[in-house]
Structure formats: C-alpha cells, structure tokens
C-alpha cells in the first residue's frame, strides 16, 4: 500500500509537460539578440556624433571610454529583462510542482535565453565582420609586391630575410619598403627586441633614405621601436580592460536576465483561467 501510494504521490507531482519550455526560450532569446542590436546600433551613433576629428574638440577618449562601457550594462540589463521576461510569461504553466521548482526553472529559463541570445548575436556579428572583410578583400586590386608581402602569413619575415640584400635598393618602391619595416618591427614586437642583424639593415635604410649618419639612425630606430612596443603594450591593456568590462556586462546580462524569468514566471502562475 504504502509504495502504491507514493508512486501515485509521484504522478501528482510530474508535469505531463517538460520541464524546459523550448518555444519561450527561442522567443526570449530573439528578442533579447534584436534589442541588444538595436541599441548597439543607438550607442554607435551616439558615440560617433560625440567624436570629433579635430583636436581639443568633442569627447575626450576616456570619456567615449567609459560611456562605452556603461552603454554596454545597460544594453545588457534592457535586451536581457526583456527576454527573460518573455521567457518567463510565455512558458508552458508546470502542474502539481514545488514553489521552489518552479523558481529554479524560471531562473534556468532566464539562463537559457541570455546563453541562446549571446550564441545569436556572436553569430550576427561576426558574419556581418567576415562579409565586410571579404568585400573588401574582392573589392581590392590584384596583389603587388608589397601586397603578396603582406598576405604571405607568418612566414612574411623569414621571406624577407631570405631576399633582403647587404645594403638597401636605391630604386626599391617606398610602399614596398615600408612594408619590409613593417615586417620586420612586427617580428620584433613578437620577439620582444629586434635581432642585431634586423637593427643594423633598419639603420642602413634609414640611412639611406633621410641621409642621416649611421649613429644617428640606429638611435631612431631604437627610438622608434621602443614607441612602437609602448604602443602595442598600451592597445593590449586596451583590449584586456575591455574584455574585463564585457565580462562584467554579460554577467549582469545573464542576472537580469534570470531574475526577470522568475517574475514573468511569477505573473504567469497568477493568471486565472476562465
């Protein structure tokens, strides 16, 4: 008796539906994709209208900065509530299920639409990125010396060593040259300190070219490389304290997001049928 009725305990308590509502989750997930968008959209266009080419005018970049950054929160808080909410009001209504069941699947499918909603936007983005690119790959001309040099991939310093003669080529094209220095102070960047043997031909270019003397030169050189390398250091910090801001964006996206699940769940389970 006693196992007959626990399991007609159990029955009462499962839903004859499943416990993820799929539907309501694509819902939310593709309204919170559209809106985030949309107010990327709205944000650019902020952005760009604040900016100034001309000195002294306009935002500052640290202004741009941060307002970027907060942009971001908000557009996550917005297009995340949203979805969530969504989610939350559309789900399929859970039969003879605990309070706190029901918590923990409207907060999952909160969860769910921000992950789905992400996926969707990354997709966006980055296909919209690769059709830029490659419109502008076929829209270019036929690739010269200079530009071969440059699509030669990784292999482009070693190429360039391997051709590179004792003394620099009065009659070498400037564009072509000024990609061989690209070249090389791009290995260097990697390495972390130009090769003597790289040092010593920039110095002879430069020589060369401005007609300055050799100590002259190889004082620009070091000179030079060592902007270049406090500029790559300071575009890499960039780029890590915007990564460290976007990850605080989406974790706040992926809150909002579950929590405005669980009360559009809330104000679904409080509807009255008629």
Do not use: C
Not at 4 to 15: G, I, T, Y
Not at 128 to 148: C, E, F, I, K, L
């Amino acid at each position: 008796m006693d196992r007959v009725a626990l399991a007609d305990s159990d029955a009462r308590n499962d839903s004859h539906t499943s416990g993820v509502s799929w539907p309501a989750i694509a819902a939310g997930a593709f309204v919170t994709a559209a809106l985030s968008l949309a107010l990327l959209a709205l944000g650019t266009g902020i952005g760009l209208s604040a900016v100034s080419p001309w000195a002294n005018s306009g935002a500052s970049a640290s202004a741009i900065g941060w307002s970027a950054v907060i942009w971001l929160v908000i557009i996550e808080i917005v297009a995340s509530a949203m979805g969530g909410y969504l989610a939350g009001r559309l789900r399929t209504r859970w039969v003879n299920v605990h309070t706190h069941e029901v918590y923990f699947r409207d907060t999952a499918h909160g969860f769910l639409v921000w992950a789905v909603s992400l996926v969707i936007t990354a997709a966006f983005l980055a296909s919209a990125a690769a059709s830029v690119v490659g419109g502008s790959a076929r829209s270019s001309a036929p690739a010269t010396g200079s530009q071969s040099r440059e699509t030669s991939g990784p292999h482009a310093y070693f190429v360039d060593t391997l051709l590179r003669t004792p003394e620099p080529v009065a009659s070498q094209n400037t564009s072509e040259l000024q990609t061989e220095v690209a070249v090389i102070f791009a290995n260097g960047l990697r390495e972390g300190a130009l090769p003597p043997a790289d040092k010593s031909y920039l110095a002879h270019v430069v020589t060369s070219r401005t007609g300055i003397s050799g100590p002259e030169a190889a004082k620009r050189v070091d000179d030079v490389f060592a902007q270049a390398q406090q500029a790559a250091d300071q575009a890499r910090k960039a780029i890590a304290h915007s990564m460290y801001w976007t990850f605080l964006a989406l974790l706040v996206g992926a809150f909002s997001a579950s929590f405005a699940a669980t009360i559009g769940g809330r104000q679904r389970d409080r509807v009255v049928t008629i």
